[in-house]
Every structure is written in structure tokens, then in C-alpha cells.
């Protein structure tokens, strides 16, 4: 018989658990009933601030799509418990009675606000929610400096968001460094010298006495008592007061054990109901997981304990025997730009302890490795400004080094996988131990990441372990004497990065020159499309010119789309959409008088439909004649750059989106990459362009521009990541010029610029570095090389119609040029032709040749 279960909370853990339960309960044994206190389903708040950046409330929920469409699910929203009846087994909301067999407590926690005076004045803000979020922007817009009451993970946060919202910003922190639950004094310097460096003002020791309003009843000042050691902030700026016109709250959290409290369960000293190494309460209908529970004395803000003790409450309510494993407290975050990680006994409070530090001032890196007296044993550790070896470090809390300490600390050599033992627990966030990976390896002979992260879910929480899996996976896979080649084919011992740089460097012209100087035989289907297509990607001539010609793909052979009835789809350039009369007219004339199907596309352009061969000519003369250009749809190269209207007519619209994407598309028109390449430029953060379903995309801000890298649709859809923020059009072309190249130079074959991006180690910070900061020395070279395909850019199509050896491919038959394919038939459907496939019934249809 089905029993019930009352859920309190939708929160990360709560949805952590609800997907845990659903995935054991094969019988259906739980008629699941959750209560939510928030207006929408459970959503990402560790990524929270990613709001600012863009990402929309509906690209931060966890839940998968069709998730709540379970019939034994009822999710509630906008619907908080308010009462429990312990000894009647029922739940109370405003809106009704839930009777539950068990009750599961994941009410999360609220934010602590300083019982300072005035902390309730309008302009004063916590930081927990997407709707206080939304509040705090729109309270933002046009003031000039804000203020955060907390110098902790949380506070770093708001303090980035104030940054993003354009507001001077200003960091007060009552203890005597930054992040004081993370990081060491040493550590803490570090930060604090990044922090700073992005103009952000940093007051540490220093207690907010009261907050004083303005003429219009709103937070306007900020007075300071003494600081609580009787000295000095320290900081840059020390001062008695602060004018403000916004103050965030992000002092820490306190558990949300009120319901508890009213039923009588017993609570913790400073909070959380009790619960035992189950999670069971005192009562033992009722359980508690997350940040609301209370175990062994400890409450913990972290969503790896709380994920933990989700996954130990479904595997009791069926009957299991899970207990909580033990909470692992690391973290690896990026704050104001920073990476800030600590693992383990991060402060060697462990008897015997000893410190390995790395200082590295110039480059403001600090690292510090707890180990064991006998400097056996890892202990634990503090990474600031470089984190790149907290995979490995944190996946060794507990077992022998490794290796020597220092060398640990070397990202280009971090430790290898093979030392871990088998169960050392590698992702932290769904607790996935290297046994696990290396089982799911063999079972599955699985030979990516992607595969790994699907059977295991491994790397797809935080992604901090994804490098130690690239390395697992690599151990693996040499243990059963299998080696994943990066050749192209047989004919080429050399990935496709590496053959570009041979041609590159060697001036290389022709696909002869290179199979005779670096391979063997006269290549294949797989070599020749990629030499053409790196040939093309370095202007090296027209991709119909001579023996380029036979390199090309079906498409590219014709410079036209094939189709499965053997006819051509034609795909004039529409540069952002923008088009005038006089050309949709030609457009029109030129599909009437060849009789094509006409289609507008998701891409801003008009598609026209059932070209044969021969006629490719007559029609690209038209429209070469009426102004048009090739749209690339035949080729691995730039699509099209999508736009809204933008400012020119839409009302909320901060930039001229569709002047960005015709200047972007007319300057990387042409472009020869691995794959396709798709842009759009959107010109407000309404999306109307979904820019962050492309290659790159581009949206507008009331700053500038902000650029988003390696995103795709298809069947595996990727939203693009935040590559940089509030960039002018100078900046942003530079930048879109460098990834382009960069992707160009660097991806293997068809390879989309989504998994290129999972491909590089470091991944998007890497791309970043590169891209941003030049960390490889290169961008003035990636610039230079954009600079002369722009410059050398010529139309392809009306390249081919004055030659007229180019002209003599255009035939469907070279022994009869004249004659058409016979095999090619239409039938008239909807008023327009389709290839005749199959039969449909119906007085319109009308076959014809």
C-alpha cells in the first residue's frame, strides 16, 4: 500500500532528496507531498549570482524537465508549512491539512541580519533568494555605492553583485580578516589584495553601531563603533561612517527550526533540530536534512553534507540502512575573480600538524598543505589565487601524499590519479569515490567524460572534480593498454590542431604537399574536408580553386546544401536579419521563377528549396545581381548572428543589437572552422535573440556588451558561459576575434565549440586566461590572423560565377551537361513544392518534374 510523505522545503537538499527517493522507489512506496514556501521550483543558490550576469530564474532550476509530471509528486508551491501535529501525523498549511507516515524536514535556513538599528530601512537587503535578487537590482538601478555587512563566502558574493549593478562597493567585516571560517590570516591577505585590486573597499575589525536614514526615510549612512580588538580596520580607508544608498546583509545563516520548536522537537544550542546519525529526530516519524538539522552539535551551510544526508533519508524510508557518512566541508569557489578553496583541516588543528606554504606575492598566490607529523598523511589545506590542484588534493584528505608536498602544489603537476585509493570520494557534491568512477569505466567502457558524468553524475554539481576525472579516465583506459589517439586518420599522425600549425608555420598550400611531406597515401573522407577547411580557415585560396576542389565535402563541392531528393537548398546571406523590400522581392522573384520552396528559417534568413544542379548558377546570378551574398549554410563556417530589434525600435532595449550583429556578421562571414559556427546578438536581458543558445552571443547592458562563449542547441543543448561583462564594441570584436581563432586553431575535427570548451583543461577560466588576460602570449597573433581573413574575405559564389572553369561542376551529368536529373519530382503541397517521397491524398497535390 502506498504510504505518504510530507516534504517541508523544495530547496537544493530537499530536491536532492526528492530525486534520490524517486530513483530507489521502483514499487512506487511514497505518495510524495512537498511544501514549498517559495513561488518556484527548487533552483541552483550557490549559483545564485549568476542572476546578475544573465542567467534567467528558469536556467538556475535543478529540477529536469517532466520532473514534477510524476504522478507521486505534488509539488506545492507558494504553500509554507505553518504547523505540525505530532501525535495526529498532519501538516498545516494555510491552505489545507496534509497527513503524512513520515514527515521530512528540509526548511533550509534564513539569513542573519544584525540586530543593528535600522537594518530595516528601505534600501536594506538580504541575499538568499531569487526574489531578493530581483528587489535589490531594481532598488539599485542609478545609486552610486552600496555596501555589504559580511566579509564571508556569501558576503564576496553580494559584494560581486553590487560590483555587477555598477555601485561602489564596500566590504564590512566585524572579524579581523576576510572569509574567517575559510581561510588563514596568510590566506587571507591574499585575498584581500585581489579584492582590493577591483576597487572594492575592504573594512575588517570593524562593528556596524546603527544605520541612519536620508531625507526620503532611506538607508543613507553607515556609523562604525570601535573595532572589537581597540584597533584599526587595517584596510585601505578607515573611517567612523560610510554614506550609502544600499546595504546587503550577508553575515551568516541561521537554521530554520521554527516548526520544529512548535511541535516540541528537541533543538540544537544554537539551532537546527537534533537528529541522529540517520537523521532521524526524536520522533521517529520525522526526519531532518540540510541546513536545518543539527548533528552531533553541528549545523552545516554547505550542500555536500546536506546532499549526504538527503541520499541517507531516502535509503532508510526503504527500508535501508545508510547512516551519514560525515560531512566534507571543503569548498572551491571563484569570488570577485579570485579562486578560493579549502579542504580538510585547513587550519592543522590536528595534533601534531604541519604546515608546507607556498608564497607567491608577485602573482598573489597562497597555498598551504596541512600533512601529518610524520609528513605522511594530507591532512587538509588552503588554496587562494590557485586552486588548479584542489581535485587531487581534496580527493587525498585522509590517505598517503601522493606525492612531495610542494610538487602537489604545482598545477602542471598536481598528482596523479592512480595514487588515490579506490575510496577516496572524488565529487564531493554527489558522493562519487574513485571505485565508483572506475567501475562505471569498465561496465560501461566508457571513453569521455560525459560518459562518466551521465552513469555517475560525477562533475555535474559544482564541476571542481572534473579534471581528476579527465585523469581517472586516462588511467583507466592505459591499464587496459587503450590510448585515445588524437591522430585524424591513417593517412596523418597528427591531431587537427597540429596539422594547422604545420600548414601555419611551413606555408603549406595544397593537400599533395602536405600528405607527401608529413603522411602517407592519398587520404580520405576524413583528412581532405578538414585540410580544406584549415586551407580556407587561412585564406589559402578559393575552396573551388584547383585541387581544393576535390578535397571538399558533398556541400562544400557545390557550395550548396544537398537535400535527400538530390536537389540544392540555396541560402542567400541575411546579415542580422535586416533586410530591405527590394531584396525580399528579388528573393521572391528568384523563388517563383525556378519554381523553389521558400522557408523562413530559424536563423533570420529566407531558405530557398529544390535547386538542381545546374541551376545553382542562374540563381546565384540573380541574386549576386540583386546584392546578395553565399550564406554558408553549406559549409563548417559562420552561420548567421541572430538579433532582436534592439534599441532602434524595441522600448526596453539598451543597444543597437542589430547594428552589433550586422557588423559581426559581415566580419566573420566566410569564417572556415572545425564545425558550424551560430551567433546572436540580443539588446536587453530579455533574450529575445537567445544568445546564450549559440556559439558566442552577445547581450546588451546599459554598460556595454557582455559575451558569452560555447553554447549550442541541438540534441545535447548548452548555454553559454559569461566569457566577460560590460565590454564596449571595440573590446567586445577583439575578444570575439581571439575565442574565434583560438577555437579555429585548437578544435579537433567537428568539433562544436561546447565540447571544446569540455575538452580544455581549466576550461572556461583557462579560455578566459587566454582569451582575456593572453596568458599564452598569442592574442596579438589570433588579432593579426582574423585581420587578414577579414581583409581577404571575397564572396564565394560570385567568385565561382566569373570563372568559368568553376562554372563546368554545375551539371548533373558530365557526359549530357544540358539535361536535368530525371529522377527528381515535386508534388505541390500547401502551395508550394515538396519532393515527391511519398503519397498524400488530397485535390492540391500535383505531381510534377
Wanted: a negative charge; glycine letters at 12%.
Amino acid at each position: 500500500m502506498t504510504k505518504k510523505l510530507v516534504v517541508v522545503g523544495n530547496g537544493m537538499v530537499g530536491q536532492r532528496f526528492l530525486e534520490a527517493l524517486r530513483s530507489r522507489d521502483e514499487a512506487g512506496t511514497w505518495q510524495v507531498t512537498v511544501l514549498a514556501e517559495e513561488p518556484r521550483p527548487a533552483y541552483d543558490r550557490v549559483a545564485l549570482s549568476s542572476f546578475f550576469t544573465g542567467v534567467t530564474p528558469e536556467e538556475l532550476t535543478l529540477a529536469e524537465p517532466g520532473f514534477y509530471d510524476d504522478p507521486l509528486i505534488d509539488l506545492r508551491l507558494g504553500e509554507p508549512a505553518v504547523e505540525i501535529d505530532r501525535e495526529a501525523r498532519v501538516v498545516t498549511t494555510l491552505a489545507g491539512h496534509y497527513p503524512y507516515d513520515a514527515l521530512v524536514l528540509a526548511t533550509g535556513s534564513y539569513p542573519f541580519v544584525p540586530p543593528v538599528p535600522g537594518h530595516d530601512l528601505p534600501g536594506c537587503f538580504v541575499y538568499r533568494t531569487i526574489e531578493d535578487l530581483e528587489a535589490l537590482r531594481e532598488w539599485a538601478a542609478g545609486r552610486r555605492v552600496g555596501a555589504v555587512v559580511g566579509g564571508g563566502l556569501l558576503g564576496l558574493e553580494a559584494a560581486n553583485a553590487l560590483r555587477e549593478l555598477g555601485l561602489e562597493t564596500h566590504v564590512v567585516e566585524f572579524a579581523p580578516r576576510l572569509m574567517p571560517m575559510q581561510v588563514d590570516e596568510a590566506g587571507s591577505q591574499v585575498l584581500r589584495r585581489h579584492v582590493e585590486a577591483l576597487g572594492v573597499h575592504v573594512h575588517t575589525s570593524t562593528r556596524t553601531e546603527r544605520l541612519e536614514p536620508g531625507a526620503n526615510g532611506a538607508v543613507a549612512r553607515m556609523v562604525f563603533g570601535s573595532s572589537p580588538d581597540g584597533g584599526s580596520d587595517g584596510g585601505s580607508d578607515s573611517i567612523a561612517s560610510l554614506d550609502v544608498d544600499v546595504v546587503v546583509f550577508a553575515a551568516g545563516i541561521r537554521a530554520r527550526d521554527e516548526l520544529a520548536r512548535g511541535c516540541g522537537l528537541p533543538v540544537g544550542e544554537r539551532g537546527g533540530v537534533l537528529v541522529d546519525e540517520t537523521c532521524r529526530t526524536a520522533d521517529p516519524a520525522i526526519w531532518a536534512i540540510g541546513e536545518c538539522a543539527c548533528l552531533n552539535g553541528t549545523g552545516y551551510g554547505l550542500v555536500a553534507p546536506g546532499y549526504a544526508m538527503a541520499e541517507v533519508v531516502a535509503d532508510r524510508l526503504l527500508g535501508g540502512t545508510a547512516t551519514f557518512p560525515g560531512a566534507d566541508t571543503s569548498t572551491k569557489l571563484k569570488l570577485l575573480g579570485v579562486d578560493v578553496a579549502s579542504f580538510g583541516d585547513a587550519f592543522g588543528r590536528s595534533e601534531g600538524a604541519l604546515d608546507v606554504v607556498y608564497l607567491d606575492p608577485v602573482n598573489g598566490v597562497y597555498q598551504k598543505l596541512i600533512v601529518s607529523d610524520d609528513a605522511k598523511t594530507l591532512l587538509g589545506g588552503i588554496l587562494v589565487g590557485d586552486a588548479s590542484a584542489y581535485a587531487t588534493l581534496r580527493a587525498s584528505v585522509g590517505q598517503p601524499l601522493p606525492g612531495e608536498p610542494l610538487r602537489l602544489l604545482a598545477p602542471a603537476d598536481e598528482g596523479g590519479a592512480v595514487s588515490l585509493p579506490g575510496t577516496a570520494q572524488v565529487c564531493s557534491c554527489h558522493g562519487v569515490t574513485k571505485d565508483s568512477i572506475c567501475a562505471a569505466i569498465a561496465e560501461h567502457e566508457l571513453t569521455d567524460v560525459a560518459g562518466i558524468k551521465s552513469r555517475t553524475r560525477a562533475g555535474t554539481g559544482c564541476g571542481g572534480c572534473v579534471p581528476l576525472l579527465k585523469k581517472i579516465l586516462g588511467e583507466e583506459l592505459a591499464k587496459k593498454g587503450v590510448t585515445l589517439s588524437k591522430v585524424l586518420c591513417e593517412h596523418f599522425d597528427y591531431s587537427r590542431q597540429e596539422l594547422f600549425d604545420i600548414i601555419r608555420v611551413r606555408g603549406i598550400t595544397t593537400f599533395s604537399q602536405l600528405v607527401a611531406e608529413y603522411g602517407r597515401g592519398r587520404g580520405c573522407d576524413i583528412c581532405k574536408p578538414v585540410v580544406a577547411s584549415i586551407l580556407a580557415s587561412l585564406g589559402i585560396g578559393h575552396v573551388l580553386d584547383g585541387e581544393q576542389a576535390a578535397l571538399q565535402d558533398t556541400n562544400d563541392h557545390f557550395l550548396a546544401n544537398l537535400q535527400k531528393d538530390g536537389t540544392y537548398s540555396v541560402v542567400p546571406r541575411i546579415p542580422g536579419g535586416e533586410i530591405t523590400p527590394e531584396k525580399l522581392i528579388a528573393i521572391g522573384e528568384v523563388a517563383r521563377d525556378f519554381g523553389l520552396y521558400t522557408k523562413i528559417t530559424g536563423g533570420q534568413r529566407i531558405d530557398l528549396f529544390g535547386a538542381r544542379v545546374e541551376q545553382l548558377p542562374a540563381i546565384w546570378k540573380r541574386l549576386v545581381d540583386a546584392g546578395f551574398e553565399s550564406g554558408h549554410a553549406y559549409g563548417k563556417a559562420l552561420r548567421t548572428v541572430k538579433s532582436c530589434v534592439g534599441s532602434t525600435w524595441c522600448r526596453y532595449g539598451v543597444q543597437d543589437s542589430v547594428g552589433m550583429a550586422i557588423r559581426l556578421e559581415l566580419r566573420y562571414r566566410g569564417l572556415r572552422a572545425p564545425h558550424k559556427i551560430k551567433a546572436a546578438v540580443s539588446g536587453c536581458a530579455r533574450e529575445c535573440a537567445e544568445a546564450r543558445g549559440k556559439d558566442f552571443g552577445v547581450i546588451a547592458t546599459d554598460k556595454g556588451w557582455n559575451l558569452y562563449v560555447c553554447g549550442n542547441g541541438g540534441t545535447t543543448p548548452r548555454h553559454a558561459d559569461l566569457l566577460a561583462a560590460d565590454l564596449d564594441d571595440e573590446t567586445l570584436i577583439r575578444y570575439i576575434d581571439r575565442f574565434l581563432m583560438f577555437y579555429i586553431r585548437t578544435a579537433d575535427r567537428l568539433q562544436r565549440t561546447s565540447a571544446w570548451l569540455e575538452s580544455l583543461d581549466g576550461g572556461l577560466d583557462y579560455l578566459r586566461e587566454v582569451i582575456v588576460e593572453d596568458s599564452l602570449g598569442i592574442c596579438a597573433e589570433l588579432e593579426a590572423q582574423m585581420a587578414r581573413h577579414v581583409a581577404g574575405y571575397t564572396d564565394e559564389w560570385r567568385a565561382t560565377l566569373a570563372d568559368p572553369e568553376k562554372l563546368k561542376r554545375f551539371v548533373s551529368f558530365i557526359n549530357a551537361p544540358d539535361t536535368p536529373d530525371p529522377s527528381i519530382s515535386f508534388v505541390t503541397e500547401r502551395g508550394q513544392i515538396r519532393p515527391a517521397d511519398r503519397l498524400v491524398a488530397g485535390p492540391e497535390l500535383e505531381v510534377r518534374r
